[in-house]
């Protein structure tokens, strides 16, 4: 679901199969839920396909959909006090410098947009609609931050790298490796061309009680060989304030 359409039928896919359930009525099988979103069958079965797989949709044996454990997970989630705050955060960062603001968390080989504010001028192609892929982000890579190399390995053990992301994304785990060595090193997240030509990212991981609980990054259109300061030191503020709420709870 990398596109806007899928992401935005497949959360009325997920809303109407939660809704059915909250009401207390016998839940909907594809057909039904094709029939009541308007949404064309072929593309209800792929999509809850997809939301299966994530666990954000389950499955009986009668074909009866219903929300998976990582819909009530994200429904918690979403109730924290520092991930309310990152909304205005956002907000401010997108606005007062021009860029796209996102904040996403972890699963597995990917990143969740969780959040996202666009500035004057942005450009639609920095926000990756709701999944992405964790290594060619900035977002993503500042949520791998704590890995280890092998843990990094094991996590994208799995992943086939060509054919995804922009024309500087690494092709192998061993270069995500060295391009978070890089980072680390330099205390910030930098992803030029990565996720897509043209595009530059910066990115921080925003820690809780128990480790990185999401990254909060800013993407926009690459001008010049680096980041402003300005841009980083706003960045790390609000990155600061988030952690500070995660990190009381």
Known sequence: MSAPSSLSQGLT?????????RSGRAGHNASRLAE????????????????????FLDRDEAGVLSAGDAYFRTARALDQPWLRAARQELRILASTLRMTALLAAADGPRALLLRSAAGAGSTDV???YGIAPI???????????????S????????????????????????????LMERDRADGLIVASDEY??????IALPIRGRDGIVASIAL?????????????RVAL????????ALATAQ
């Open 13 to 21: 896919l997920l809303e109407s199969a939660a809704e059915r359930e």
């Open 135 to 149: 290594w060619c982000t900035a977002a993503g890579r500042a949520l791998l931050w704590d890995d280890s190399r």
């Open 36 to 55: 009541t979103t308007g949404i064309e069958r072929s593309r209800v079965s792929r999509l809850t396909a997809e939301l299966r797989a994530l666990r």
């Open 126 to 128: 920095a926000v990756p």
């Open 196 to 201: 897509a030509e043209g595009v530059a990212e």
């Open 219 to 231: 993407s926009g259109a690459r001008h010049g060989r680096g980041p402003v300061r300005a841009a």
């Open 151 to 178: 843990e990094l390995e094991e996590r994208l053990r799995e992943v086939q790298f060509v054919g995804i992301g922009g024309p500087a994304a690494a092709r192998t785990a061993g270069q995500v490796h060295d």
């Open 236 to 243: 790390a503020e609000a990155r600061d304030r988030l952690s």
